[in-house]
């Protein structure tokens, strides 16, 4: 299964589907990462992580360990 | 009538500008406190020339869900509270996101208004916005307000008056087929609640929502065979079925409704993101900024009007300007070297620096450079020693005394310059203008105004920081701050954004901790509160200074240490306090906006600033003034020569407080300091930490061996702060269980620690006590047992929190 956390930075992935429960799936669909939607994976921090991503306009930071859950085409 | 009152809630995601339109709806009309029970801001207000508006200002959310506590806030006023109706701003230029959170307002049955701010630069960037258009598919009003200029937002605020009044409630936006059918038969099931809430109640139970009130929750497993039917037929849970449903009807209602141009271009905030989260530039940028926050904040500005409040405002007086003082020093200094620095002097104190007494080189130096200030200073620190070493043979005291005392003809302050006395001093003179009882005037004047001094102390420092964190947290830096460092905070349960606090915490801890107001996250937030003022704050300072010259000789070592042990703390506590009970059911998802950058406004900035400084003063201020007035009668009331009374002069010893210090001093005998005015020094310590160093002169140390020195600083420099401190906890966690639980916290772990201290470095030095000892080995163990122990992250509030 490929993940967010597998795609390059600078690439652009289709979100498949999310996976896990609670607190964190919710909060990651409802900041807009749900099924269809186009990510790109902009940049990592300094430090390795989290990720900085654009998503339906706007930038969102993810953490890796969090990004594993969305399933990626 | 209250009820005649229109309530209109605004609601709206972080950064869409919705504090700069509840500014520019309310004006000074705001009246700010807290939701009941958790540390999250409230803000309500009247709409400007209609008295009989209130606006209730929501804490900014991306969406209604059951799982931050600004969600659940927000979801129990829109509910339980009934407003007449919502003005929901939406940021223009990022409209997708934003109409997430319109779509689950429209459910609420609730008359709904929304204004797309920022429309204009939306036009400016060439992107296209059919309002009207928009305004057709949400079935509601849309305006566009420009909340920065002002424009349209009176439109907006008198469009939400006028749909509340008509009762003309939103209608919510239609799911797919299969899925309006399921919500449409537990619809059918709700029989008791309320027409206008049927839509959302039966949302929320589609979703499984765990925060629902109890007769509805009880319908759930009824809900349950129609719920997992259409899971199974769109082969996903119920709650990605409905966040997805939104989501494409908000890309099907703006297609058509708005045109993005330029994708793929880099705009100018992306420009300046590039270079401040870039790889190799972040961290150096990231630590220059907080140098700077630091340097102007807590170095030069603060302590600067810090000192000037505690030392001139709430001390003997302040030149003008300036003016006057450097005449003043040097006539000071003209007179110490005539009176005081004499021959003989000055060869005793060479004398005693000669046979290496504590501190006489101090006080040499000081008489060298011909500098009263350190003299008195360092005289005061040592003097004493002076007296005691060598049977008298280095004293000075006795020209000293006769050159300062009372009947010296020193040079006065208001012969130079523009001299103000400060306001105890003024206070003093009205009361013996009065002839006010010594009794009265003690309460005053080191009971109140002292008090009141300590509060103001704090206050220039704090609005000087307030308007730097307000500065980073509009123009967008402050999300960085939590991107950049998030890795290695959160492995203690802490946020990236609670390195500003703990920094800030190193100068004073009380600013420190009301910094933590720009975490969003609640957890990482009360973490914050609770471990800011571990590390060493400026007043400690002296504490450890003294301690490292009286015990250590002056080694190089104590204080760095000092500091490690208030990042151990902070770092062990973090671990071990994210797994207890009372923080295991928050959970602490780090997914962020990271917002464009944009200059924020003075306006803006200078109201935080404002309310944030004022609510300290207000919150702390009672109960700084309350322990500062007991404090005063415990160590005014006491025994003199077997009487109990009221006595200005009392030896601290003989004193109620006193008293205390002597029935508690068992408590520390495990941490090998059960001495009186140890203990003393240290219930002192909660007034002002440097109080610890006045109530523990150098000669007190003569019977404490290293070891329980540095337990004793251990101790005081983890133990419950100051009561300024506590002030400042007690406004942030806006919560009498959650203050109790972190100054219990901070001072059982400062116990443990010092007694771990204590006990296992007599073990080694072989003047321990094997039972000490062994109790001790358990207590680490203990602590690796609570720092390696399994944890799982919680995925559901746990606590109602109402």
Same mark, same amino acid.
């Given at each position: 299964?490929?993940? /967010?956390?597998?795609?390059?930075?600078?690439?652009?992935?289709?979100?498949?589907?999310?996976?896990?429960?609670?607190?964190?799936?919710?909060?990651?669909?409802?900041?807009?990462?749900?099924?269809?939607?186009?990510?790109?994976?902009?940049?990592?921090?300094?430090?390795?992580?989290?990720?900085?991503?654009?998503?339906?306009?706007?930038?969102?930071?993810?953490?890796?360990?969090?990004?594993?859950?969305?399933?990626?085409? | 009538?209250?009820?005649?009152?229109?309530?209109?809630?605004?609601?709206?995601?972080?950064? +869409?500008?919705?504090?700069?339109?509840?500014?520019?709806?309310?004006?000074?009309?705001?009246?700010?406190?807290?939701?009941?029970?958790?540390?999250?801001?409230?803000?309500?207000?009247?709409?400007?020339?209609?008295?009989?508006?209130?606006?209730? #200002?929501?804490?900014?959310?991306? @969406?209604?869900?059951?799982?931050?506590?600004?969600?659940?806030?927000?979801?129990?006023?829109?509910?339980?509270?009934?407003?007449?109706?919502?003005?929901?701003?939406?940021?223009?230029?990022?409209?997708?996101?934003?109409?997430?959170?319109?779509?689950?307002?429209? &459910?609420?049955?609730?008359?709904?208004?929304?204004?797309?701010?920022?429309?204009? $630069?939306?036009?400016?960037?060439?992107?296209?916005?059919?309002?009207?258009? $928009?305004?057709?598919?949400?079935?509601?009003?849309?305006?566009?307000?420009?909340?920065?200029?002002?424009?349209?937002?009176? &439109?907006? =605020?008198?469009?939400?008056?006028?749909?509340?009044?008509?009762?003309?409630?939103?209608?919510?936006?239609?799911?797919?087929?299969?899925?309006?059918?399921?919500?449409?038969?537990?619809?059918?099931?709700?029989?008791?609640?309320? =027409?206008?809430?049927?839509?959302?109640?039966?949302?929320?139970?589609?979703?499984?929502?765990?925060?629902?009130?109890?007769?509805?929750?009880?319908?759930?497993?009824?809900?349950?065979?129609?719920?997992?039917?259409?899971?199974?037929?769109?082969?996903?849970?119920? &709650?990605?079925?409905?966040?997805?449903?939104?989501?494409?009807?908000?890309?099907?209602?703006?297609?058509?409704?708005?045109?993005?141009?330029?994708?793929?271009?880099? +705009?100018?905030?992306?420009?300046?993101?590039?270079?401040?989260?870039?790889?190799?530039?972040?961290?150096?940028?990231?630590?220059?900024?907080?140098?700077?926050?630091?340097?102007? @904040?807590?170095?030069?500005?603060?302590?600067?009007?810090?000192?000037?409040?505690?030392?001139?405002?709430?001390?003997?007086?302040?030149?003008?300007?300036?003016?006057?003082?450097?005449?003043?020093?040097?006539?000071?200094?003209?007179?110490?070297?005539?009176?005081?620095?004499?021959?003989?002097?000055?060869?005793?104190?060479?004398?005693?620096?000669?046979?290496?007494?504590?501190?006489?080189? &101090?006080?040499?130096?000081?008489?060298?450079?011909?500098?009263?200030?350190?003299?008195?200073?360092?005289?005061?620190?040592?003097?004493?020693?002076?007296?005691?070493?060598?049977?008298?043979?280095?004293?000075?005291?006795?020209?000293?005394?006769?050159?300062?005392?009372?009947?010296?003809?020193?040079?006065?302050?208001?012969?130079?310059?523009?001299?103000?006395?400060?306001?105890?001093?003024?206070?003093?003179?009205? /009361? #013996?203008?009065?002839?006010?009882?010594?009794? %009265?005037? +003690?309460?005053?004047?080191?009971?109140?105004?002292?008090?009141?001094?300590?509060? /103001?102390?704090?206050?220039?420092?704090?609005?000087?920081?307030?308007?730097?964190?307000?500065?980073?947290?509009?123009?967008?830096?402050?999300?960085?701050?939590?991107?950049?460092?998030?890795?290695?905070?959160?492995?203690?349960?802490?946020?990236?954004?609670?390195?500003?606090?703990?920094?800030?915490?190193?100068?004073?801890?009380?600013?420190?901790?009301?910094?933590?107001?720009?975490?969003?996250?609640?957890?990482?937030?009360?973490?914050?509160?609770?471990?800011?003022?571990?590390?060493?704050?400026?007043?400690?300072?002296?504490?450890?200074?003294?301690?490292?010259?009286?015990?250590?000789?002056?080694?190089?070592?104590?204080?760095?240490?000092?500091?490690?042990?208030?990042?151990?703390?902070?770092?062990?506590?973090?671990?071990?306090?994210?797994?207890?009970?009372?923080?295991?059911?928050?959970?602490?998802?780090?997914?962020?906006?990271?917002?464009?950058?944009?200059?924020?406004?003075?306006?803006?900035? %200078?109201?935080?600033?404002?309310?944030?400084?004022? +609510?300290?003063?207000?919150?702390?201020?009672?109960?700084?003034?309350?322990?500062?007035?007991?404090?005063?009668?415990?160590?005014?009331?006491?025994?003199?020569?077997?009487?109990?009374?009221?006595?200005?002069?009392?030896?601290?010893?003989?004193?109620?407080?006193?008293?205390?210090?002597?029935?508690?001093?068992?408590?520390?005998?495990?941490?090998?300091?059960?001495?009186?005015?140890?203990?003393?020094?240290?219930?002192?310590?909660?007034?002002?930490?440097?109080?610890?160093?006045?109530?523990?002169?150098?000669?007190?140390?003569?019977?404490?061996?290293?070891?329980?020195?540095?337990?004793?600083?251990?101790?005081?420099?983890?133990?419950?702060?100051?009561?300024?401190?506590?002030?400042?906890?007690?406004?942030?966690?806006?919560?009498?269980?959650?203050?109790?639980?972190?100054?219990?916290?901070?001072?059982?772990?400062?116990?443990?620690?010092?007694?771990?201290?204590?006990?296992?470095?007599?073990?080694?030095?072989?003047?321990?006590?094997?039972?000490?000892?062994?109790?001790?080995?358990?207590?680490? =163990?203990?602590?690796?047992?609570?720092?390696?122990?399994?944890?799982?992250?919680?995925?559901?509030?746990?606590?109602?929190?109402?």
């Amino acid at each position: 299964m490929k993940t /967010l956390r597998d795609v390059a930075i600078g690439e652009t992935a289709k979100v498949k589907r999310l996976h896990g429960e609670g607190a964190v799936k919710r909060r990651i669909m409802d900041m807009g990462i749900t099924k269809g939607v186009e990510v790109y994976v902009r940049k990592v921090a300094p430090l390795g992580d989290p990720l900085e991503l654009t998503v339906r306009g706007y930038e969102l930071s993810l953490r890796k360990d969090d990004a594993q859950m969305v399933e990626v085409e | 009538m209250a009820d005649s009152k229109i309530t209109i809630a605004l609601a709206g995601n972080p950064n +869409s500008g919705k504090t700069t339109l509840f500014n520019a709806l309310t004006g000074s009309n705001q009246f700010v406190g807290n939701w009941p029970g958790v540390t999250v801001e409230k803000k309500e207000g009247r709409l400007k020339g209609h008295k009989d508006v209130m606006i209730e #200002d929501l804490p900014g959310i991306y @969406s209604l869900s059951p799982y931050t506590t600004e969600e659940v806030v927000s979801r129990n006023f829109l509910v339980d509270e009934n407003p007449d109706g919502i003005l929901n701003i939406v940021d223009g230029t990022n409209l997708e996101r934003n109409l997430y959170l319109t779509t689950q307002l429209l &459910e609420l049955g609730i008359p709904v208004v929304v204004a797309v701010n920022m429309a204009d $630069l939306i036009e400016k960037n060439g992107d296209k916005i059919d309002l009207k258009k $928009l305004s057709k598919e949400l079935g509601v009003e849309v305006i566009s307000i420009s909340a920065l200029k002002g424009t349209g937002i009176m &439109e907006a =605020a008198e469009a939400a008056l006028k749909a509340a009044e008509a009762k003309k409630n939103a209608k919510p936006i239609k799911f797919a087929k299969d899925v309006e059918g399921a919500l449409t038969d537990i619809e059918g099931l709700l029989g008791g609640v309320p =027409a206008h809430l049927k839509r959302w109640f039966a949302v929320k139970l589609f979703e499984r929502d765990d925060k629902l009130p109890e007769n509805v929750a009880a319908l759930a497993p009824k809900a349950e065979e129609i719920i997992t039917k259409i899971e199974n037929a769109h082969d996903d849970d119920s &709650e990605s079925i409905i966040t997805n449903e939104r989501y494409e009807w908000i890309a099907s209602a703006l297609k058509g409704t708005y045109g993005k141009k330029g994708a793929g271009e880099l +705009s100018v905030s992306d420009k300046i993101d590039k270079i401040v989260t870039n790889r190799w530039l972040a961290l150096p940028i990231f630590f220059c900024v907080m140098w700077l926050v630091y340097y102007v @904040s807590v170095t030069t500005v603060g302590t600067f009007v810090t000192d000037w409040t505690n030392d001139g405002l709430f001390g003997d007086g302040y030149y003008l300007f300036g003016n006057g003082r450097e005449e003043y020093t040097e006539a000071m200094n003209e007179y110490y070297a005539a009176n005081v620095w004499t021959d003989e002097v000055t060869a005793n104190v060479q004398k005693a620096a000669d046979a290496g007494i504590t501190g006489a080189d &101090e006080i040499l130096a000081a008489i060298e450079d011909g500098d009263y200030e350190a003299f008195d200073e360092a005289y005061g620190f040592y003097g004493a020693e002076l007296d005691e070493k060598a049977d008298g043979a280095y004293s000075i005291s006795d020209t000293v005394d006769t050159a300062l005392g009372e009947d010296a003809e020193l040079p006065a302050n208001e012969d130079y310059g523009n001299w103000v006395p400060g306001v105890p001093v003024l206070v003093e003179n009205l /009361l #013996d203008a009065i002839n006010c009882n010594d009794f %009265l005037k +003690s309460l005053i004047l080191d009971g109140i105004i002292a008090g009141v001094g300590a509060v /103001l102390g704090f206050v220039p420092q704090m609005f000087v920081l307030f308007a730097f964190l307000a500065f980073l947290e509009s123009c967008g830096y402050m999300a960085r701050i939590a991107f950049v460092m998030d890795r290695i905070f959160r492995k203690f349960g802490l946020s990236g954004k609670s390195f500003i606090p703990v920094l800030i915490g190193t100068g004073c801890g009380v600013p420190g901790v009301m910094a933590s107001r720009t975490i969003e996250n609640e957890r990482d937030r009360r973490m914050t509160i609770m471990t800011t003022t571990f590390i060493p704050c400026g007043a400690k300072l002296p504490i450890i200074a003294l301690i490292t010259s009286a015990l250590f000789k002056g080694a190089s070592w104590v204080a760095p240490s000092a500091y490690f042990l208030g990042i151990g703390a902070i770092i062990i506590s973090g671990i071990i306090l994210k797994k207890t009970k009372m923080f295991a059911g928050d959970p602490a998802p780090f997914v962020m906006e990271l917002p464009a950058y944009h200059w924020p406004t003075v306006g803006n900035i %200078l109201r935080s600033m404002w309310e944030r400084g004022w +609510s300290f003063i207000k919150k702390a201020g009672s109960i700084i003034l309350l322990s500062s007035i007991v404090i005063w009668a415990g160590s005014t009331f006491g025994w003199t020569d077997g009487a109990f009374g009221w006595n200005p002069d009392l030896e601290l010893e003989d004193s109620v407080l006193g008293a205390f210090g002597n029935g508690i001093k068992w408590i520390f005998a495990p941490l090998g300091f059960d001495d009186i005015k140890a203990t003393i020094a240290t219930v002192m310590g909660l007034v002002a930490k440097e109080e610890v160093v006045g109530v523990f002169g150098v000669l007190d140390f003569e019977g404490l061996t290293a070891l329980a020195g540095y337990a004793f600083l251990a101790f005081n420099l983890l133990c419950a702060p100051c009561f300024a401190a506590i002030g400042a906890i007690k406004r942030e966690m806006n919560s009498a269980k959650w203050t109790w639980f972190a100054i219990g916290y901070q001072c059982l772990l400062a116990y443990v620690v010092a007694f771990i201290i204590f006990q296992l470095g007599s073990l080694v030095t072989g003047a321990g006590n094997i039972f000490g000892g062994i109790i001790a080995i358990a207590l680490v =163990a203990g602590i690796i047992w609570l720092l390696v122990r399994p944890y799982k992250e919680a995925t559901t509030l746990q606590t109602a929190k109402a």
